[in-house]
Each structure stands twice: as structure tokens, then as C-alpha cells.
């Protein structure tokens, strides 16, 4: 029977499972099955016979050259192509790449964010295989992921901690399993990441030097019709975008990426895409494909995809959704079973995801900090910057029944009177989606809605598997204090304890509200409004402590990526307010003073025809007035950012740009903007909201 067309695209370009296989020796495919599954050391002799078999696959494939594939502290990812040619020396080339070539490659780390650690290490940096992450082809070049570490072994990326996380993790949840009498050969985090962005026209794009330099619109007056009617979510696809999404999925499915579903979003011209989940670290290099993907693929279309995550003021912006839960041997742990005992072992793992967010909300609000992210949270239309948990209602009673028990002990019959065992049921029908919490279960996985667009998810699930992990171990710390009692009753005290110590954490309401931002001040919840509010928790002793404890991070790696983050927000506030700048000095002063010049020709010689126009006139005076004042506020702005720029210490510097920079750009732009409403059309030197949202 023919092949169906997905399932003949499928894989494609990626190194899969089945082509290992088929190309290597079954001795050197079981042995680098026990490096894949088991983080077994990888041999030398067994990376030439798995180079050998890569390079074959991909030269059939087409490809010319390899790179090793990774992710420094920008986020995005890096690439360096060298050709898999080498000369024979009599004139003729052979086609040659080596395990070592395989396994490490030697970048120039100097040009990297490192936060600080180059000055005091090697510039030299190594990008390492990592070989649980299959290796693909992407125009003609065969992609190694790898992770990113400095000469003497310092992470100068986003997925060597990550890695580490998920060993501890995974380290920590299998002693909790092995409690409760399960021994699975891998425990590893599922995650689903849901990924917003925006199409414009191209040609809008070019015209808008905010969108080419920034990834937003750093001016625009309201448009005339916003996200109001709410006709744009689901609604149909505009035929160019579906073109887009249909190429962008064949793309997508080729390199093995499970693309599942694409929809409009809420926004005009806003859409999403979420695929099916898969393991973290895979999951994290797919996210990061598919964005490069989009980017690349809307050019074919005439269309340029923005990541950012506030492109438009007045729509929403868009944020990227990290689904995460935990899998031993495949079988979700946040999934409760038909028998009692799997509903306490349930809601074990349930209180420790309960207890680490609140534990540690000041490092999951700092994982996602960005400059652009600050834009959404708390502004109606992400969560608030407060972190809290959404249980919904199917669980928020039983939580609520194990806090409230009178007796300090559960019996067998009362795991019974909790209605644990009726869980699974209710909880596959539970549809209760609150759209407004950061950190809501959805039935069988959390799903953590704090991250931005553009963001790398490897930060927010380096602080869920770590915190996690802890919670983990301080659970068999407490059963072994207790060995000489029952372990299910000891559990059961354990899950209660941990809700009611950690009730705080737990809001099932409006998180938009205002009255939720009292009421979370009143609980003690921290509500950490910018980045750089947020951003002190990754140096903060406790929280480095507990990166320390499960060697996910060292003390001068937090300060580096500290300093890393710190440097990152001034230099983008700092990009948006010289982007500024030379937008009203090149573009909108010119542009008002010819069209008031024009107008006020047209009153002189009305006037010598005796006829008197008052409308032309005040329009004359407003737009004058705007001038002086875009004019002043731009002088204004220039200082402050100079002042913000001259500061060396990244803290005092972001406090800089936050408290005198921004809110200059705010009055700036307001002025702009409402100068935008009188100016005439013909006049005004960029596409406006109405121009660039309603395309047909
Ligand atoms: P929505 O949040 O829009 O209602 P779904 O609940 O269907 O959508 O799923 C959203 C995302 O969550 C998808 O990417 C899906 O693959 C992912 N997901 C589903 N189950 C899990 C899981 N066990 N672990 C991680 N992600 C999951
Ligand atoms: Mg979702």
C-alpha cells in the first residue's frame, strides 16, 4: 500500500531510531543504545563507526557539510558549517568525518555571552555531542546537537544545565518510585511546548525600522478595530498563512518534529502551533527548529513571522507554553491510576510540584524575565508576575479535604472517603481550563504559561526539574525518619502536611483581577513586576544553594548567567531607545513639519482669498506643539539612556533603564502617537496598526 503523504515525509531529514539500526553494526548499536539510555561513556572506537554511518546518511542525503549544533546564553541557537571535504593529496577529495569530529568540536567562546566567565577562563569553549538528541539535516548540513561548556567545564549554554537538571531528577523521582515499590529503567520530564508568534506583510516590515531592529513596534496609534469582536481565534486562515502553515508542518514533519495542531490566535494576525510532546531535552531543540523554521519559511511567502513577545500595544502578546510533566518508562506520573495506591503515589508527586513552585516562585518568575516579557505578565492578557497554582475543581476538594482533616492520620478507609479512588474519571473530564494562572494542572500535566514567545524553554524547566528534585529527595528523607511506620500512612501524612504548608501557592480565581494582587500580598507571594525586580533570585544564597545541591549549576555559573541576563535587558532597552531616537529624528519630526508646512501654505493662501479656516489652523498648532515636544522628549530620552549606558554594575544599570529610560520612551511615544491620529495619511511615514493587522 502507498505511503500516506505525512507518513512518507516523516523523518525524513532525521537520523532516526530505524536508521541506526539499519546502518550499524548490531554491536555498536547496542552499545550506543546503553550511551543513549543509560548515559553509559561513549568510546572512541564506537563514535568513528557512528560517524560513519551519520556521514553516509546524510551525504545520500544530500548534505556537504556538518555543524555542531548549539545554544549559548542568547537563547537562540549557533551553528558554524565545516564541509565534510578533505583532500587526499593527489589532487582528488574524499568525503571523511571522524568521532572526534562527532563528539566535540572547538568553537571560539569569545564571542559568546558568557556573563563574565571568559575573562577569568580560556576563551577556547567545547560544544560537546549530546547523543540523546538525534542529529538531523537542515539545508544541506548535518546538525549535531551538542551542548556548549567553557575550557574547564563551565556551562556557557542554555542545555548543559538543563541536561543536569533532568539527571537529578530523574535521580530523585526514581528513589520516591522505588518507595512506592516501582523500579522504571528511565524517568524522564515530558514537555509540550505551544508556541504563539505573529505573520505580517514583509513589506510592512521593511517600512518599520522598530520591527527590523527590535522585533515590536515601538510606536502606533490604537488601531480602529483591535481583538474586540473576537472573531480572530480559530477563526478561518487567511489562504497565504495556510500556505505558510501547510509548508511550515511538511518542514516540520520531515526533520521528525511532531507538528500537531495550528490555529488562529487571539490577536489579529496572531497564530499558534503545538505539537505533541516529547522528552525535555528534545522537546527544548525542537521548539528552538521549529521557530528558526517559521522565521525562514515566511519569506516564502511574502510574510515575516515576529517572535517577539509584545509586537503590537493594544493586542495581545504572545507567550509559549510550557506543558510538563514526568514519565517513568512512559507512563505519565501525573496521571492518576484506577487503584488507591497509584492516587497516593499520584498525589505525591502532586504536593511536590505544589511545594516547589512555592518554595522557589522567585526563581520560576526570574527564569522567564526578559525585556520583552515584561510586557505581558500582568497585563490582562498573560498571568499577573505573581506565580500561583491552578488545581481546578475536580482536585481543589480533595486538597482541601486532606488540609482539613481533624486527625493527624489517614486510615486505608479515609484514602477511600477522599474520593481518590474516583479521581482518574473525574480528572480525564475535568475541562476546566483557567486561562488566567501561571501554573495551572490540566488533567495530567502542569502547564506553566509565564514564558515568552521567544524564549528558550531549557530556563523555566532547569528551575521546575531542579525544585522538583528537591521536593523529591526531602520526601524519602522523610519516609526513611519514619521506616518503623507503615509507608503508605507516612505518605499520606506527607502529601497533607506538604498542601497545608503550602495552601499560599494554591488560587483558583481570576488571576487578572486586582483584587487576586491584594490578596496575593496578603498571602505573602511575591509579585515581581520587571526584570530587573526578578532577576536578583539567581544569586540569591538559598536559591544558588539549591542549584549547588543537585549540580545543575555552580555559584560562579549563577553569577555569570546573572550578569548574562542583567546585560542583556540593558542592551535591548537601550537598542529600543536609540531605535526611538533616530525614528523621530529621521521620520516623524520630518514628516509632521512638512505636512503642517503644507497646511499652513494652504491656510496663507486661503487667507489672501479671505477665507478663514480654523480647523487647518489648530490642526497647524497641535502638530507644532507635537514637534516641540517629540523633540524635547527625544533630547530627553538620548540623556537618560546615555546616563543608563555609562553604569557598569549590570544591577544598578537595569535599574537605570527600567525607572528613567522607559518611562521617558512611554511619553515619547504617547506624543508620537497621538500625533499619528492628526497627521494625513499620505504624509505619515510608516504602516500604521490598521495597515499592518488588517491585511487581506
Ligand atoms: P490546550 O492547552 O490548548 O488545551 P492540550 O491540553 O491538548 O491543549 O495540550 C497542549 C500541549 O500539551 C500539547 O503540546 C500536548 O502534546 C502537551 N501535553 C499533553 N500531555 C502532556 C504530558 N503528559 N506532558 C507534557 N506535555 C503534554
Ligand atoms: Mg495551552
New binding site residues.
Given amino acids: 500500500m502507498a505511503k500516506d503523504k505525512v507518513t512518507a515525509e516523516w523523518g525524513e531529514l532525521l537520523f532516526t531510531d530505524a536508521d541506526m539500526q539499519e546502518r550499524l553494526p548490531k554491536p555498536t548499536y547496542t552499545e550506543l543504545m546503553q550511551v543513549i539510555r543509560d548515559g553509559k561513556p561513549l568510546d572512541l572506537d564506537i563514535a568513528n563507526e557512528v560517524a560513519h554511518a551519520m556521514k553516509e546518511w546524510a551525504l545520500e542525503k544530500g548534505a556537504t557539510h556538518f555543524t555542531h549544533w548549539f545554544q549559548p546564553l542568547t537563547g537562540i541557537t549557533s551553528e558554524k558549517h565545516d564541509s565534510f571535504l578533505t583532500p587526499k593529496g593527489d589532487g582528488s577529495i574524499l568525503m571523511a568525518f571522524s568521532g572526534k569530529e562527532l563528539v566535540q568540536g572547538e568553537p571560539d567562546a569569545s564571542s559568546f555571552p558568557s556573563g563574565g566567565l571568559r575573562a577569568t577562563f580560556e576563551a577556547r569553549g567545547y560544544t560537546v555531542w549530546d547523543p540523546m538528541s538525534p542529529v538531523f539535516i537542515k539545508d544541506e548540513v548535518l546538525c549535531i546537537p551538542t551542548a556548549f561548556i567553557s575550557y574547564t567545564g563551565e556551562a556557557l549554554d542554555k542545555k548543559t544545565p538543563l541536561l543536569r537538571s533532568q539527571v537529578a531528577l530523574e535521580t530523585q523521582a526514581k528513589r520516591v518510585l522505588a518507595l512506592f515499590g516501582r523500579e522504571p529503567h528511565r524517568v524522564t520530564?515530558?514537555?509540550?511546548?505551544?508556541q504563539e508568534y505573529f505573520l505580517i506583510r514583509e513589506k510592512d516590515y521593511q517600512a518599520r525600522p522598530d520591527l527590523i531592529l527590535c522585533g515590536r513596534t515601538l510606536f502606533g496609534a490604537e488601531p480602529s478595530k483591535g481583538q474586540e469582536l473576537e472573531e480572530h481565534y480559530f477563526g478561518a486562515i487567511r489562504p497565504t498563512v495556510n500556505e505558510f502553515m501547510k509548508e511550515l508542518d511538511d518542514e516540520l514533519w520531515k526533520l521528525g518534529i511532531?507538528a500537531?495542531?495550528k490555529h488562529n490566535e487571539v490577536a489579529p494576525c496572531q497564530h499558534e502551533l503545538?505539537?505533541?510532546?516529547e522528552d525535555g531535552s528534545t522537546?527544548i531543540d525542537d521548539n528552538l527548529l521549529t521557530m528558526e523554521k517559521m522565521k525562514l519559511l515566511a519569506s516564502h511567502h511574502g510574510l515575516v513571522c515576529l517572535q517577539h513577545e509584545k509586537p503590537f500595544e493594544y493586542v495581545n502578546g504572545s507567550g509559549k507554553?510550557d506543558?510538563?510533566?514526568l514519565?517513568a518508562d512512559g507512563k505519565?506520573l501525573?496521571?492518576p491510576g484506577p487503584h488507591p495506591e497509584d492516587n497516593l503515589q499520584f498525589l505525591t508527586f502532586l504536593s511536590f510540584l505544589i511545594a516547589a513552585v512555592d518554595e522557589h516562585a522567585d526563581l520560576l518568575r526570574m527564569s522567564v524575565a526578559s525585556a520583552g516579557n515584561d510586557h505581558r505578565l500582568g497585563a490582562n492578557e498573560a498571568p499577573p508576575a505573581v506565580v500561583s497554582v491552578f488545581l481546578g475543581d475536580a482536585l481543589t476538594p480533595v486538597v482541601e479535604a486532606l488540609i482539613h482533616k481533624e486527625r493527624a492520620e489517614a486510615s486505608e478507609a479515609e484514602r477511600m472517603d477522599l474520593g481518590v479512588p474516583q479521581l482518574p474519571s473525574v480528572l480525564r473530564d475535568n475541562t476546566d481550563?483557567n486561562r488566567t494562572s501561571p501554573f495551572a494542572f490540566?488533567?495530567?500535566?502542569f502547564?506553566f504559561r509565564m514564558p515568552g514567545a521567544q524564549q528558550n524553554l531549557s530556563d523555566p524547566n532547569v528551575v521546575i526539574n531542579t525544585a522538583v528534585a528537591e521536593q523529591c529527595e526531602r520526601f524519602c528523607d522523610y519516609v526513611a525518619a519514619r521506616s518503623d511506620e507503615d509507608f503508605l500512612t507516612v505518605a499520606m501524612r506527607f502529601v497533607r502536611h506538604t498542601f497545608r504548608d503550602h495552601q499560599r501557592i494554591i488560587f483558583d480565581g481570576n488571576g487578572y483581577s486586582d483584587e487576586w494582587e491584594a490578596e496575593a500580598e496578603r498571602r505573602g507571594l511575591a509579585n515581581l513586576r520587571t526584570t530587573p525586580d526578578a532577576l536578583g533570585a539567581l544569586v540569591d544564597p538559598d536559591n544558588i544553594a539549591l542549584l549547588e545541591r543537585y549540580g545543575v549549576l555552580t555559584e560562579p555559573e549563577c553569577h555569570a548567567r546573572y550578569v548574562a541576563k542583567a546585560e542583556q535587558y540593558a542592551k535591548l532597552i537601550n537598542i529600543e531607545a536609540n531605535t526611538m531616537c533616530h525614528m523621530t529624528r529621521h521620520m516623524y519630526i520630518p514628516a509632521l513639519s512638512e505636512y503642517s508646512g503644507n497646511l499652513a501654505t494652504s491656510v496663507a493662501t486661503k487667507a489672501e482669498l479671505g477665507i478663514v479656516s480654523a480647523a487647518e489652523k489648530e490642526i497647524i498648532q497641535r502638530i507644532t506643539h507635537g514637534i516641540d515636544e517629540t523633540y524635547r522628549l527625544t533630547g530627553e530620552l538620548e540623556a537618560a539612556a546615555k546616563n543608563a549606558g555609562s553604569k557598569t554594575n549590570p544591577t544598578e544599570q537595569d535599574a537605570l533603564y527600567r525607572d528613567e529610560v522607559i518611562p521617558v520612551m512611554a511619553e515619547l511615544r504617547s506624543v508620537v502617537d497621538e500625533m499619528e491620529t492628526i497627521c494625513g495619511g499620505d504624509y505619515w511615514p510608516v504602516p500604521s496598526y490598521n495597515d499592518i493587522l488588517f491585511y487581506v
Avoid at 189 to 194: A, M, W
Avoid at 274 to 277: E, K, L, R, T, W
Avoid at 442 to 445: L, P
Fill in positions: 520530564t515530558t514537555i509540550g511546548p505551544e511532531p500537531k495542531t503545538a505539537p505533541i510532546f522537546a507554553h506543558n510538563w510533566s514519565a505519565n501525573l496521571e481550563r490540566t488533567g495530567n500535566k502547564e
